[in-house]
Nanobody, 121 residues
């Protein structure tokens, strides 16, 4: 059974920082690229960032310069460091795994349940 479990969400004031994590089990982690997505109530799911097994990264324009994606293959974990948070960053953040390049339109095979991030003004 493949499982992705996110953690680290919470509430923070605008301008603050938060780091969230996603731990994978049931897979050979290094074979998969990973992506972070977010979805706010009433909105469609939005691509945030992606990272390949070898560490190449990509970001949505809305988070470039503020968010950093990274991974630790030994720990089978992908991270998202979020700085300079804005109220519009409020959403449920989910991680996902793909064997393709981790773009906004890639086919993701596995998804986590998500962790809530709330940014207050």
């Amino acid at each position: 059974q493949v499982q992705l479990v996110e953690s680290g969400g919470g509430s923070v004031q605008a301008g603050g920082s938060l780091s969230i994590s996603c731990v994978a089990s049931g897979v050979i982690f290094r074979y998969y690229a990973m992506g972070w997505f977010r979805q706010a109530p009433g909105n469609q799911r939005e691509y945030v960032a992606g990272i390949t097994g070898g560490g190449s990264v990509n970001y949505a324009d809305s988070v470039k310069g503020r968010f950093t994606i990274s991974r630790d293959n030994a720990k089978k974990t992908v991270y998202l460091q979020m700085n300079s948070l804005k109220p519009e960053d409020t959403a449920v953040y989910s991680c996902a795994a793909t064997r393709q390049w981790p773009t906004a339109t890639s086919r993701y095979d596995y998804w986590g349940q998500g962790t809530q991030v709330t940014v207050s003004s």
